[in-house]
């Protein structure tokens, strides 16, 4: 089945420390996108990812850090830099940059930092 | 700066019931318009996408529709179960920097049986 996977489904780390998170996707998808979801407010974009080796800032970049060597793999990096990581994070493909082609998502990562 | 709003942000129904759910926007410059249903602890699963120059889009017992000029869209729920129960959301792509959504805040479903 065609789909997106994220790894782990829960993650702790200790303040300080720079975490990786995972996301494939086997839709051959050229758009990839992480999204943070905090409670009570609605998805943020962290960064988005249209081609590979190519990515853009989304509205809330700083602390975060990403590479897209491969079509299929979009990891997201969370740096000691980021203020308030512990949040559920979302990573979504779409088949191309453009607007008119829907978002998929993966079924999250759950970090907490303590 | 585009804003999603999803008003009432949870709704209690008995089964059987059909329902709305309600989306607005600011900005009625929008490319499309993306249905979203997210269960506990899991990703967002896409319902419905209906692109700018649709009025309406249908999949079994969902409806949605959109009202650019008045910067709105529903969700109708024919035939309520207890299985729809989960958070909507509702999100648009508009603007400059066409790759992002603008997601509301969703409405929390739950279905009595």
């Known amino acids: 089945d065609g789909g997106i996977t994220q790894s782990p489904k829960y993650l702790f780390r200790k303040e300080g420390q720079n975490v990786t998170l995972s996301c494939e996707q086997n839709l051959n998808h050229d758009a990839m996108y992480w999204y943070r979801q905090d409670p009570g407010q609605g998805l943020r974009l962290i960064y988005y990812?249209?081609?590979?080796?190519?990515?853009q800032k989304g509205d809330i970049a700083e602390g975060y850090s990403v590479s897209r060597e491969k079509k299929e793999s979009f990891p997201l990096t969370v740096t000691s830099a980021q203020k308030n990581p512990t949040a559920f994070y979302l990573c979504?493909?779409?088949?191309?940059?453009?607007?008119?082609?829907?978002?998929?998502f993966g079924n999250g990562t759950r970090l907490t930092v303590t | 700066k585009q804003e999603v709003t999803q008003i009432p942000a949870a709704l209690s129904v008995p089964e059987g019931e059909n329902l709305v759910l309600n989306c607005s926007f600011t900005d009625s410059a929008i490319y499309n318009l993306q249905w979203f249903r997210q269960d506990p602890g899991k990703g967002l699963t896409s319902l419905l996408l209906?692109?700018?120059?649709?009025r309406e889009q249908t999949s079994g017992r969902l409806n949605a529709s959109l009202d650019k000029s008045s910067g709105r869209s529903t969700l109708y729920i024919a035939a309520s179960q207890p299985g729809d129960s989960a958070t909507y959301l509702c999100?648009?792509?508009?603007?400059?920097?066409?790759?992002?959504?603008?997601f509301g805040k969703g409405t929390k479903l739950s279905v009595i049986p």
């Open positions: 979504a493909s779409s088949a191309s940059g453009t607007y008119n082609s829907p978002l998929h």
């Open positions: 209906i692109q700018s120059s649709q």
């Open positions: 999100a648009v792509r508009s603007g400059a920097g066409s790759y992002q959504l603008t």
């Open positions: 990812s249209q081609i590979v080796n190519d990515f």
